[in-house]
T-cell receptor, first 115, second 113 residues
Framework: GNSVTQMEGPVTLSEEAFLTINCTYT??????LFWYVQYPGEGLQLLLK?????DKGSNKGFEATYRKETTSFHLEKGSVQVSDSAVYFC??????????????FGKGTHLIIQP | DADVTQTPRNRITKTGKRIMLECSQT?????MYWYRQDPGLGLRLIYY???????NKGEISDGYSVSRQAQAKFSLSLESAIPNQTALYFC????????????FGPGTRLTVL
């Protein structure tokens, strides 16, 4: 079956530090990959996505590249801010036939940015 | 106004009680989903629906049932709640077609005593 593995948290960084959150996946076929972010007390919001190998998703200074050879989709940001503090989820959806069967999520990484 | 709404936002109930969580959307999407979130476990899919007549079990459907009353409404029921169903529940919607993102509601925090 499908699975997503991401680094355990919490991850604590100082403001302006470089961020990497690792994500690897297992899936048959060609999944689409996503990063979602959950701010305190809120639902999940899409941060970025990639739908095929070598695609790079980017948004709000965050980037992730779909690496089929290493089955990875690591999230990076060059200079984090306090407002980036949140829980980040890596997820995949394996397109199947005429539809999709819901997202498979990693366990989430809690990111804490200190001023 | 929020595109995906959930009611109630918080609920405390007792073991054995029947509970219904409701989800409504104004996005016009065909596909709707229910997930639960537990600390350290991420989100797991309970049920999903491609349209009013197409409902499918997800990864953890035991102890839950759903009803798709209309394109815009998708309810999750716990027939006899138990403490290990204490969790944060999210509804999500998605347009048909490939590669489209899911849009999440704000969540319902359910506590079963």
């Amino acid at each position: 079956g499908n699975s997503v593995t991401q680094m355990e948290g919490p991850v604590t960084l100082s403001e302006e530090a470089f961020l990497t959150i690792n994500c690897t996946y297992t899936a048959t076929g060609y999944p689409s990959l996503f990063w979602y972010v959950q701010y305190p007390g809120e639902g999940l919001q899409l941060l970025l996505k990639a739908t095929k190998a070598d695609d790079k998703g980017s948004n709000k200074g965050f980037e992730a590249t779909y690496r089929k050879e290493t089955t990875s989709f690591h999230l990076e940001k060059g200079s984090v801010q306090v407002s980036d503090s949140a829980v980040y989820f890596c997820a995949l959806i394996r397109e199947r036939g005429g539809g999709a069967d819901g997202l498979t999520f990693g366990k989430g990484t809690h990111l804490i940015i200190q001023p | 106004d929020a595109d995906v709404t959930q009611t109630p936002r918080n609920r405390i109930t007792k073991t054995g009680k029947r509970i219904m969580l409701e989800c409504s959307q104004t996005k016009g999407h065909d596909r709707m989903y229910w997930y639960r979130q537990d600390p350290g476990l991420g989100l797991r899919l309970i049920y999903y629906s491609f349209d009013v007549k197409d409902i499918n079990k997800g990864e953890i459907s035991d102890g839950y049932s759903v009803s798709r009353q209309a394109q815009a409404k998708f309810s999750l029921s716990l027939e006899s709640a138990i403490p290990n169903q204490t969790a944060l529940y999210f509804c999500a919607t998605r347009p048909g077609g490939s590669y489209n993102e899911q849009f999440f509601g704000p969540g319902t925090r359910l506590t079963v005593l």
